[in-house]
């Protein structure tokens, strides 16, 4: 990493330079790339400035504090680019380039897709009553159910009875 201290208002002390360049180097484990950053401090009567631009792998970030001591500035100033560099590391992991998505697309994507399309995520156990079809009409309208299985008490087989989007019925035997 590239770094450059600059100081504005006067001369600096070695020991400023020094906090600066040690605390900047903590940003190095969000940079893959080579990186250059450039730290203006200044001050002005009684109030400390710390400015950062660092620039690495097209990013620009930019942090300017100001506080009572040198190093609650620079502190400040490197918890803010901190922020924006795990942000910006967050948005890259959660994008992926379009050739990665093509690939997966034609190969694995859509087998996985059907495997999760085909999981069953509730088993129900039904007693069947043995009922006509009228009886079973009568239940689903009482309650707030689509369908209802039942045997059928004239031919003893089993039957489905669903309701459909319209407000009919459809029926489903068997020939059990």
């Not at 400015?51 to 190093?71: F, P, Q, T």
């Not at 999981?119 to 159910?145: F, Q, W, Y």
Request: aromatic share 6%.
């Amino acid at each position: 990493m590239k770094i450059s201290v600059t100081f504005r208002n006067g001369e600096g002390e070695n020991w400023q330079k020094v906090y600066a360049e040690e605390r900047i180097m903590k940003l190095k484990r969000y940079l893959d790339m080579p990186a250059e950053a450039h730290i203006i401090l200044s001050t002005e009567k009684f109030r400390n400035f710390a400015e950062i631009n660092l620039s690495a792998n097209g990013w620009n970030v930019n942090a300017k504090e100001e506080a009572k001591d040198m190093h609650l500035a620079v502190d400040s100033c490197i918890e803010k680019i901190e922020k924006q560099l795990k942000k910006q590391k967050e948005k890259v992991r959660e994008h992926k380039p379009k050739s990665i998505r093509h690939v997966e697309g034609k190969h694995s994507g859509n087998q996985e897709e059907e495997e999760a399309a085909s999981k069953i995520v509730e088993t129900r156990k039904i007693v069947l009553k043995p009922m006509s079809l009228d009886e079973a009409v009568m239940e689903i309208e009482g309650s707030k159910t689509r369908f209802i299985m039942y045997r059928d008490s004239s031919t003893e087989n089993i039957s489905l009875v669903y309701r459909l989007d319209d407000g009919n019925y459809a029926l489903i035997e068997t020939n059990s």
